[in-house]
């Protein structure tokens, strides 16, 4: 674009975009990973179709297809008070803050077509992807793809999976009308009609008639926090931590492997699949492909109508001359730069405290601090198994900053902070008892790094930022370097706390939900959900209450 | 209850005998470790050559992903059929892959007891020791944490660590589940007898070596089994995790090749061994 300067405010809108990025064009464009097709590739109409289910609506029941004998905990919902994240990295130099707040700024920038939106694409900015709960993490719970459709006169019909409440969903097609494999974001919008788009006429992917066929599938934004610290860690001690607790996968029917790239055989770690070697890359591809903004990195336009090309390609550079920002260097710097430059300094989630960590309990947690504190089991018992079934649940509760909750019925109920502690501290228990932390994978050390106060540091994002087999249930049926149509990269767990929906494709709001569809034919974390499935009701909610401490 | 029954009897010849080898266009194709099924609730291994009746009341469960780029197998999962309380999951890991499996199963199980001791709230409740699963030698450990107890038993066949792992919330169930594995039943391979297993065998003994079109080199690690004939052919090729078209490639590269005839004993042997494409071996 040639204005720059506005493209910049609206760029950094569409970085919230990013996080939906996980596209095939890197792995094609750049040749970021060769593709290592798998022989073991899912049906891919079968895919789709599992894809298409919303929230529990397909379900594997649990540890190798047997219904759970016990129901299963209750989500307490979303953690409410401040977010714990959005805020810069601590320990920052005055410039590197300048350039953190400048590049956040960027982030939120909304676009329209004189800035480079379109012609193509499925939201207007970065921000408006990446919102929850604050700027740079994943889909809010109103959807604002419902508004930008029709935003500036555009015509746009919503197709049927976005709604209001729903995520903000990216859609894939798995195949192309002659049965090849496609893979690729297929954008929602289209500019036509939209006063600044005068004589574009494209019309948008009939989506109906792809549902009908069980060709689409669905990614919803990964949340940015914390990145930065992410893209620093080695790559030995990626290996190093997938190798050292390679007995007890073994034991629970887990394997996994990274997703290698193919220009430099090191690991990638971004997106939903791994396949993005970069928060540059991750960048560039979403600018293009969430809002059609072509960039130096992916520099031209998917959409070939003429009639809708409205500017210079590509259409977000490198300014020539200064901008005018509060930070120096981001005066230089495109939108993509700026984009992986919010990422790169931005703090990861902070857990919660026990002040402010929201529990649901059942009648027998009172067990719960004393169990936590010997270490043993909570459950043994029957009695306490008969408790769990009668107990009131406080389901949905959310809990604001003093950690007071409110139960569906609207009654705010105290949790003690001692509680609370308890319930999250054997919660921590049994998720590494049962293994979840096999491949959620809680903690790596930093390499030496370029940003102030930055090397060494020990984060806890609960990955092994290896791919793993999710089986026929989660499977998309699209390839990504290295990662097929049934893998996905280990979910980072950090934030989880305040995230509003969960999977690769948003089917659920529901944490319980979420754990159970790991478990179909195919998977690796069969033996881990079924080892869920057998604990007893206390220790199932308290693995969800300290889910949601995260 | 005690479900351990004297299943080797029951288990017939020619249940066996079905399953060692199958016939494809007249080619008698040679089982690979993921080659199982069950028959008459007799859960049967061709290529290991074990055979385990299922307890009572369980039926299988959902099965396990494809082979691993490291040659790890999810051969069968169990449950009971009515109430959830335990889980039977069997696997096993190719020891030419993985450099920590390599030093027999005793080595494998105390590094798995040393992994799961330090693991928050868990507690040892059998240190390691040797045990028979049936007609193999092996070993066992128990443990236990957050109310659920569990075993692993672990023995070696053909070069893979073949694990039995066993959970329940009972502690008798669980124990149950463990005399079950006495009655662990081994059948002799129709096709022939057991090719020596030899690690690195490829590099020191291939004459005339072809390199496969297609496999990505640097990306991901593409694992392969051959079995070498008397005469110093390629017997059999079984590329554990590639893609279609490497599948194909290396299989028709790796027949081509010739190797030094192996003497055991003095007498021509029969060789199985590893080789790995691609990006070298895998880290899990």
């Keep these: ?237 990626l290996q190093s931590s997938l190798a050292a607790n390679a007995h007890q996968k073994r034991a629970l029917g887990i394997s996994g492997h990274f997703n290698i790239n193919g220009n430099d055989a090191t690991i990638a770690r971004f997106g939903w699949k791994a396949q993005n070697k970069s928060l540059l890359l991750f960048s560039g591809e979403a600018y293009n492909v969430e809002m059609g903004v072509t960039n130096d990195m992916f520099p031209n336009e998917r959409e070939g109508d003429p009639n809708c090309q409205f500017n210079a390609t590509p259409e977000s550079v490198t300014p020539l001359q200064p901008e005018n920002t509060g930070s120096p260097a981001a005066n230089y710097q495109n939108d993509i730069e700026l984009f992986s430059a919010f990422m790169r300094l931005t703090a990861p989630p902070t857990p919660a405290t026990s002040s402010t960590a929201p529990v649901a309990q059942t009648t027998g947690a009172s067990s719960l601090a004393t169990a936590a504190t010997a270490g043993t089991p909570s459950q043994t018992t029957g009695s306490t198994s008969s408790s769990s079934t009668a107990s009131t649940l406080m389901g949905s509760a959310t809990a604001d900053a003093s950690g007071v909750m409110t139960t569906d019925a609207g009654s705010p109920t105290a949790q003690s902070s001692t509680t609370s502690t308890a319930t999250i501290t054997r919660g921590s228990q049994v998720f590494t008892n049962i293994g979840c932390q096999a491949c959620h994978t809680k903690s790596f050390t930093t390499a030496k790094s370029q940003t102030t106060g930055q090397s060494n540091v020990t984060i806890q994002p609960y990955s092994d930022f290896a791919v793993h087999d999710m089986g026929n249930g989660l499977a998309d049926g699209v390839t990504q370097g290295g990662a097929n149509g049934n893998e996905f990269r280990t979910a980072p767990l950090w934030g989880v706390g305040q995230r509003v929906f969960f999977l690769h494709d948003g089917r659920t709001k529901d944490l319980n939900v979420a754990i159970q569809q790991h478990a179909s034919p195919g998977s690796e974390a069969n033996a881990v959900v079924s080892n869920y499935n057998m604990l007893s009701r206390d220790d199932q909610q308290s693995l969800l209450n300290f889910l949601r401490s995260l | 209850m005690y479900l351990g029954m004297a299943c080797l009897a029951a288990i017939s010849a020619a249940s066996v005998g079905a399953i060692l080898s199958s016939r494809n266009g007249g080619v008698t194709r040679l089982a690979n470790p993921q080659d199982v099924h069950v028959a008459d609730s007799v859960f049967v291994s061709d290529y290991f050559g074990f055979a385990y009746r299922v307890p009572d009341g369980w039926s299988q469960g959902l099965p396990g992903p494809e082979p691993s780029q490291s040659g790890y197998y999810v051969l069968g999962t169990w449950v009971p059929t009515r109430d959830f309380t335990g889980t039977i999951l069997v696997v096993a890991q190719d020891i030419f892959f993985t450099p920590d499996t390599s030093d027999g199963v005793k080595n494998v199980v105390n590094r798995f007891r040393q992994v799961m001791s330090s693991v928050d709230g868990m507690t040892i409740d059998r240190e390691p020791e040797p045990v028979k699963v049936g007609a193999y030698p092996g070993y066992r450990i128990d443990f236990s944490g957050v109310g659920l107890f569990r075993s692993m038993l672990a023995i070696e066949i053909r070069c893979h660590i073949v694990t039995f792992n066993l959970t329940s919330r009972d502690p008798e169930l669980l124990a149950s589940l463990a005399r079950s594995l006495d009655d662990l039943a081994s059948f002799e391979n129709k096709a022939g007898p057991v090719p020596e297993c030899l690690k690195d065998y490829v590099s020191e003994n291939v004459l005339h070596r072809i390199e496969p079109d297609g496999v990505a080199a640097r990306t991901a690690s593409i694992p392969v089994r051959v079995i070498v004939a008397t005469n110093g052919s390629v017997k059999h090729v079984h590329v554990i995790r590639a893609s279609a078209a490497q599948r194909r490639d290396i299989e028709e590269a790796v027949r081509q090749w010739r190797f030094k005839p192996h003497l055991k004993q003095g007498r021509p042997a029969e060789v199985e061994t590893g080789v790995i494409f691609g990006r070298g071996a895998a880290s899990m």
């Design chain 1, 1 to 237: 674009m040639k204005t720059v300067k506005i493209a910049r405010a609206h760029a950094l809108a569409g970085v919230a975009s990013m996080l939906l990025g996980s596209v095939a064009w890197p792995t094609d464009a750049l040749s970021q990973n060769n593709s290592t097709a798998r022989a073991t590739n899912a049906d891919a109409s079968s895919n789709a179709a599992t894809a298409n289910v919303t929230a529990g609506q397909q379900s594997f029941g649990n540890n190798f297809g047997r219904s759970p004998s016990r129901g299963g905990g209750t989500d307490p919902g979303v953690r409410g008070g401040a977010p714990g994240a959005g805020g810069p990295l601590q320990g920052l130099s005055d410039a590197e803050l300048q350039y953190f707040n400048a590049a956040k700024d960027v982030f939120q920038e909304v676009d329209a077509v004189p800035d480079g939106l379109g012609p193509r694409f499925n939201l207007d900015s970065c921000a408006g992807c990446h919102s929850q709960p604050a700027i740079g993490g994943s889909s809010p719970a109103k959807n604002p793809q419902v508004a930008v459709a029709t935003a500036a006169g555009a015509k746009n019909a919503l197709p049927s999976f976005i709604t209001a409440n729903g995520p903000i969903r990216e859609a894939r097609f798995v195949r192309n009308p002659n049965g090849s494999a496609d893979g690729s974001v297929h954008a929602l919008f289209v500019i036509t009609g939209r006063s600044d788009a005068a004589g574009c006429n494209i019309q948008q992917p009939d989506f109906a008639a792809q549902l009908a066929r069980n060709n689409v599938v669905f990614r919803i934004p990964t949340p940015t926090f914390g990145l930065g610290l992410v893209e620093n860690v080695p790559d030995s001690a």
